[in-house]
Structures are given as C-alpha cells and as structure tokens.
C-alpha cells in the first residue's frame, strides 16, 4: 500500500501524468470462450472505383432482377482474378466490358462468392470493368442476424401482394454488416469504398430513395418509371440504400443549398416537421463542432415499415424504423431524437470516415452515440447531456459483471455481429466524453477535425484518432487508447474516506476482477466545510492507495469524481445523510439520481423526506420515480406529498410525471380522485390517459369499463397495457378477441411484450376450456413468427407448469360441474409447456 501526501503542485503533476508516453501498443487479450482467430482487416487484392446498377423488382416472386457494371484495379499486386460477394443469386452473364461490346469470363460460384477468371492479368495503373446480370431472391436464403439487426437478407419486400390490412407494400435494403451483398455482386468490405449509380425501375405511383442526388426520372409505357440516383462521392458497399413504396416527401430549408428531406407515410406526412425538424439544427451544430461542414450533395431520411434494427446510417440517405414515425399526440410523450441525432453523426463518423473493419466498428458506432450525447447538451443544456451520459454508463454497466467486459478495438471475436453491443455503443460513447475532458472541448474537436480531413472518403482506427488528437494536443496518449481501446474492462473502486488531526485521508481500492487490468485514473474530489468547497485531484494508478491532503476542519461530505468522468463503477459507504446532503448540494444529475437510486426502497422517515423533495427536482424521471417510491402507508408522509403529487397530476409538462402521479394517487383508494382520472381518460397524452384508465379501474371498475366502451381504436391501440391489465382482471370471455387480435398484429417483440403477460393472466383467470385451448395457440404462433421461444422457454414454461399444476388443486376441490373444465384446463397448461421444451 502506497500513502501519498498531496501538495497543490503534486495534485497538478498527478492530473497532467496520466498524459506521460507508453509506446508499445497493447495487444487485446482474448476472452474466455472467444475464437483466437485473429480478426484482421480484409486484404485488398482488387479496389472497388465505380458500381453502377440498374435493377427492377419482381413483387410476386421477390426476387431483383439486376444489370451491373461494376469498375476496379488493383490494389497494389497485379492480378489477373477477381472474387466478389454475392449471396444467393442466379447468375446469368459474367463479362469484361470492352467499349461497347462485352467479353464472356470464366467463372465459379458457390452461392456465396462469385470467383471470376479476368482476360489477363491488370495492374494498378489499370481499370476494368466487370458486366454482370443476375438475378437476386433474397427471401431464398437462410441468414442469421444479431441482437442490434435482426435480419440479414439484405433486400425486403414488404407486403408485396397487398394482403395485409393496414400495411403499406415497401421494398427497401439493409447492408450493414456484409448483406447488399444478397442484391448486387460487391466486394462487402467496410473498407472499399466506391462512386454509384442505380437506376430502379418502379411502378409509377411509387417514390423511390437512393443514395446521392436523382438526376433522372423517366416514364416508361408499361406503367412503369425509372428513377436515377447518382453517388459521385466514394463511399462504403454497406451503405448502399434503396427505398420504395408509397412516401409523400417534406423538403425543409435546405442547409447551404443541400436539400434536406423526409420522407414519411401520407398518414404521418402532416407531423414531418415536428418528427424530424431539428434536423438542420443539428447539421449546423455538428459541422460548426467538428469543422468538417457536412460533407454530402443531400440528407434524405425515410421512414419504412418491418424494419429489422433501430435506424441505418446509409450515405445521405438514413432508414429509420416505423418507430419513429409519430402523430402529434404521441410525440406529446416522446419522440427518437436520439436516434435522429446519432444516425446524422454518422455522417461523418461511418460514412465519410469508415471503420477499416468491424473489429473497429468503434470508430462508427462510439461516435455516433457520443454524437447523441453532445446534441443533448447544445439543445437542452447541460443537464440533459450529464442525464444521456449517465443513461449511456448505466446501459453498460448492466451487462457487466465484476468489472469484465470486451475491448473496444475488438480484434477477437466468435461473429462479427457480437461487436454491436454496449460495449462499442454506450461504453465507447463515454469514453471519448472522458477524452475530450481530459484534453479540453478545443484541443478535442481540433483533433477530430483533422482524423476526419486526414481520412476523408477512406477509412480509419482507434490509431489513427489517436495520432490526430496528439498532432494538435501535443500529448502523448498511448496510454489512454491502450487503456481504454485495447484492453477491455472497467474499475471498481472501493472509497473510503477518513479525518484525523487537520488530515484528511481518501483509501481507494480497486476491486475488478483480478483478470482485469489495473486502471490510471485521473480524479477530482470536493471536499465541502461548512459554506467552502475545496477541491483536490488525486491520480489513482495502483490496486490499493492512500491519498491524504490538510484541510482546516472536517468535511461534511466528499464528492468523488466531481465531473462524473470514470467510466467504471464507484462504491462508497454513504448514508441517507450523506445523499441528502449530496442532493442539495451537490446536484449534478448524477448525483442526484444516485441519490435517488439509494433512497428509493428505503421507508425510513430520513429516505422519505427525501424523496419528497424530490418531487420539484427538474428532471421529470427523477420526480416520476421520486413519486413512484413514496411510501404512502406512512400517514404523516402522505398528508405531506399528496398536494405536491396532486398538483404534479394536474399541471407538469412532462407526461411521464404526469401518468405516475396519477397512478400513484389511484393506489391511495380515494374515491375523491376519480374526477381527476376521468378528467385524463380524454387528455391527449396517450401517458396520462393509460394511467387515467388504470386508475379509474382500479377505483371504480364499472366507470373504467364504461371509458373502455367510449375509446376510439386509436386510442385503445396505444394504450396497450392497462387495457389488457384490465381484461385479465375481469377475464370475460368476450375479451379474448382484443389479445388475439392485438398479439396477431404485433410485428416486432417489443410489440408483443405486453400483450403476453396480461394475457397469461386472463387465461388462467378466465374458467372457459376452449377461451385456454385457443389462447394457448395464440401465443405459440406469436412466439414462432417473432422468433422469441426463448421468453416462453425462460418465463411462460414454469408459469405454465404452475398454472396447470394450481388448476388441479382447484379441481379436487370443485364441484363437480366445475371440476371436469379444471382438469382439461390443466391438461392444457402441461401440454403448452411441453410443447415449448421440445
């Protein structure tokens, strides 16, 4: 154990040693239970120039049917071959363009990569070009995706046939990872980048997206059109894009002469501005702050139906999830600015620099969510950009254990899908936060800049960030990028505090994992005496360490890491004193929810008060969860906090606050709130009229059926889950038909979340066989089409075991008129969980 004694000028050195020189670069350890394959860079043979496209669409088949010519030469090696991707296709013509006549080439193909014998050997002084048709069928293949893309068969129809109700027939592409590969024969490589043309043969009523300018269109007798869309800038194969179908486009004010549209479904065309308006804004923002002016000829974003991960950055052209797509009224509860926000600083970090490889997918992905991180804060202050840095640590901590997590320079991995995790999302985001910290918002940005101008239209890693911010900050900062970049994990610190004789002690003990490295952690601490702050700073580099400093009296409390810059985890021994204290005191965002966190399951008078200060803190989630935990059995604490809960339902902005001081008020069994839940059900806010209904049921059940009868559908279909909860209380049969219907509509897993537990609860509520027999079915189909077992392997299999097991002890004890349904229930019940082992 080491004891430092820390003068100001040793406190200054500590803060400025973190910068000092480790030049060998560390090598990633591999993780327990990862592939030792070295994930290298694809080696370039041959260079993508030019891909030019012309296709047009089968909707009955599914099928592409496409013409390329697609442009190369040699990296560096001459080479008379040439491989491309190209999955599942029927390849008809493979041939060397020679002016305007074309040269058969021999071939081989494998139904995955496309091995062509060139005429003779090239070199790189030389071009060629390779004509190629064929014919893609992307619902043919068997691909895999991941947690954040779900899908990988590059090309999707969506209710192609016009079958299904309510649904918009689109067709539209997802290629990151390596999947527009299924549609065009490419090399599927982050790290090739090429200029573009498709022109896409549509039906005429169609609009059509792409990426770069249109700078056709033409009519064609058969009812059809043609739409050209030309990319002169080089970027990516993954981040090709097309889009069809039925859009009605919003242009905004362009920014500097570059159009900026959206494009939406002509139901939700009238809210384009509210959905998708700060757009410019963050245009300005982001290119004023990277200087780097946004570098496309536009910025088109589309929403589509079915979409199979959140939102893709495709080059001037984003694809957003049907999610983002709101009404008026349901953006009153919330919007996917984030999302808007982090797919825009793609734009520069992802498309105009690319990661060389998945392996650095950092370098797309940290970027972008720091991007998300930094809006927050120019449009909403600080605190809402401290509230999106917390929510980003909190999202990786929740997937650690004892500090163990992968690298961010990922160079060891089973798939390449693993890599977008919140390690290289949430974690990364942080870490480049603590970065520009650590150098200064000026020195930061400058770097930046110059990563961006250096690798512009090319491609970069962690190294070559790393190099640019040390080109201006004049700092070495190996260290930091081997710390951070190349070794993988987080610190645990252990704080204990002490004060002794005029002396003030800081014990820190880091107790990650032993496997995981020991961290270098630059630290500032305030110490808080009576009305004066002082504050110290520390550099935490061994397992165990004492940190001492002379203060003039006992300090009231210490604020460790005062910027809230550790990316890792802090235990300290802090009682509800200490985080009153902190509350009032020392209100970052953080800290305040640390607090809040600390205090919200704690039913002590101390905690409670608390809590009931917090009902007027400025974040509306800190007041909804502050209301949430108030321990109303307590009589002296509920006369104190109703008025200030009551006047929360009745006036706050934020809806969020609204719906839980609502649903707080309904658990109080007053009968006098019921004006005010009746006054909710017609609020606009889908929020607060859920939380109305759910009270109103709760307090008087006839007048909350009676609501239920007066909703329209719309209304109904956003409050999915105190309408269901409501149903599985009364399970009447006649109910049945609401689950079913909703659960058969849901298109995604989160769709269907809370349609399956109210649902299991109105089946084992309701007595009527064949209401259990249909309803079981019901939710093995949804299971099946949305791909979700293993929720029904992990939860609904021992519910269903348990229910079958209570219907038989209901039996014995029946009547007998009643006993016979109990059984065949519980027959039921055993035979659904059997089902799903299997």
């Known amino acids: 154990m080491n004891k430092y004694l820390l003068t100001p000028l040793v406190a200054v050195f500590a803060a400025t040693a973190y910068l000092q020189p480790l030049k060998a670069q560390v090598i990633e350890t591999i993780p327990k239970g990862v592939d030792s394959t070295y994930r290298a860079t694809t080696t370039k043979v041959n260079d993508l120039v030019h891909t030019k496209l012309d296709v047009r669409f089968d909707y009955a088949k599914r099928y592409l049917y496409g013409k390329e010519w697609i442009t190369l030469k040699p990296q560096f090696y001459p080479t008379d071959s040439l491989t491309l991707d190209a999955k599942g296709m029927d390849i008809k013509t493979v041939a060397l363009v020679n002016g305007k006549s074309n040269t058969p080439l021999k071939y081989i193909y494998d139904n995955e990569l496309l091995h062509i014998k060139l005429n003779r050997q090239y070199s790189n002084a030389e071009k060629y070009t390779i004509y190629i048709e064929y014919t893609a069928k992307p619902d043919a293949l068997k691909v895999k995706g991941s947690a954040a893309i779900t899908d990988a068969k590059g090309l999707y129809f969506i209710n192609p046939d016009g079958t299904e109700k309510d649904k918009p027939t689109q067709i539209w592409t997802q290629g990151e990872t390596e999947s527009n590969s299924v549609w065009f024969p490419t090399i599927d490589k982050p790290n090739q980048k090429t200029t573009e043309e498709i022109s896409m043969t549509v039906p005429a009523k169609y609009t059509t997206l792409s990426n770069g300018k249109l700078t056709a ?73 990277l200087g780097v002016d946004f570098p496309w000829v536009k910025y088109g974003q589309i929403v589509v139906r079915d979409y199979v991960s959140g939102a893709m950055e495709n080059t001037t052209a984003t694809l957003h999830g049907e999610q983002v797509q709101k009404t008026g009224r349901e953006l009153l509860d919330g919007n996917q600015e984030g999302t808007i926000a982090h797919e825009l600083f793609h734009q520069w970090f992802g498309d105009y620099v690319t990661a060389e490889s998945w392996s650095n997918l950092t370098m797309n992905e940290s970027f972008a969510t720091f991007g998300e991180v930094i809006w927050r804060g120019h449009d909403k202050g600080k605190e809402a950009e401290d509230r999106s840095r917390y929510e980003k640590l909190t999202s990786y901590l929740r997937g650690t254990k004892n500090g163990i997590s992968p690298a961010l320079a990922r160079y060891y991995y089973n798939d390449k899908e693993e890599v977008f995790d919140a390690v290289t999302y949430s974690k990364g985001s942080i870490i480049l936060y603590a970065l520009k910290n650590l150098l200064g918002d000026a020195a930061f940005y400058k770097g930046l800049q110059k990563y961006l101008q250096d690798n512009a239209y090319k491609n970069g890693e962690p190294q070559q960030l790393r190099l640019a911010l040390e080109a201006v900050s004049g700092r070495d900062l190996s260290q930091y990028f081997n710390q951070w970049w190349y070794y993988g994990g987080h610190p645990i610190l252990d704080v204990k505090y002490d004060y002794s004789n005029g002396k003030a002690t800081v014990h820190v003990k880091q107790i990650q994992d032993p496997s995981v490295q020991t961290f270098l952690l630059p630290v500032k601490l305030d110490y808080y005496i009576g009305k004066n702050k002082i504050t110290k700073s520390i550099l935490i580099n061994k397992r165990e360490q004492d940190f001492s400093f002379d203060l003039t009296g006992k300090p009231d409390f210490v604020d460790f890491d005062v910027d809230k810059i550790i990316v890792g985890e802090i235990k300290e021994d802090k009682t509800v004193d200490d985080y009153a204290f902190q509350y009032k005191n020392a209100p970052s965002f953080a800290n305040r929810i640390n607090a809040l966190n600390f205090v919200r399951k704690d039913k002590s008078p101390k905690a409670q008060q608390l809590l009931a200060a917090m009902l007027k803190d400025p974040d509306a989630e800190i007041r909804a969860i502050s209301i949430e935990s108030i321990d109303l059995t307590n009589a002296e ?55 109305s209904l759910a009270g109103l049921t709760k307090l008087a059940p006839e007048k909350g059926a009676a609501a239920i009868k007066q909703m329209d559908a719309d209304t109904k279909a956003h409050i999915q889950r105190p309408l269901f909860e409501f149903y599985s209380t009364d399970a009447k049969d006649e109910y049945q038909s609401h689950f079913s219907e909703a659960l058969a509509a849901a298109t995604r897993p989160n769709k269907a979340y809370p349609i399956i537990g109210p649902y299991v609860g109105y089946l084992f ?45 209901a039996a014995a004890k029946a009547s007998s008129t009643a006993k016979d349904a109990l059984l065949k229930q519980a027959e039921l019940f055993k035979k659904a969980a059997e089902a799903f082992k299997k």
């Open 217 to 289: 269109q033409k009519k064609n007798a058969d009812g059809t059109r043609t739409d050209t869309w030309k990319m002169e800038q080089p970027h990516s194969p993954y981040l090709f894009m097309m889009a069809v179908g039925d859009f009605k486009i919003y242009k905004d004010t362009p920014w500097r002469g570059k159009e900026i549209s959206y494009y939406l479904e002509p139901k939700y065309a009238p809210y384009a501005k509210q959905i998708f308006g700060k757009t410019p804004d963050m245009i300005s923002f982001y290119s004023k702050t």
């Open 637 to 691: 604490i509920k006369n104190a906090v109703l008025p200030a809960i009551l006047t929360i339902a009745k006036t706050d902005k934020e809806t969020t606050a609204r719906a839980a001081a609502i649903t707080k008020l309904a658990l109080t069994g007053n009968a006098a709130y019921i004006p005010l839940m009746e006054a909710g059900i017609h609020d606009q806010s889908y929020n607060v009229i859920g939380a």
């Open 765 to 809: 509520k309701n007595p009527n066989p064949a209401i259990t027999e249909k309803g079981l079915a019901d939710l093995a189909a949804a299971a099946k089409r949305l791909k979700i077992e293993n929720l029904f392997t992990a939860q609904l299999i021992p519910a269903y075991e348990n229910m079958s097991a209570a219907k038989t002890q």
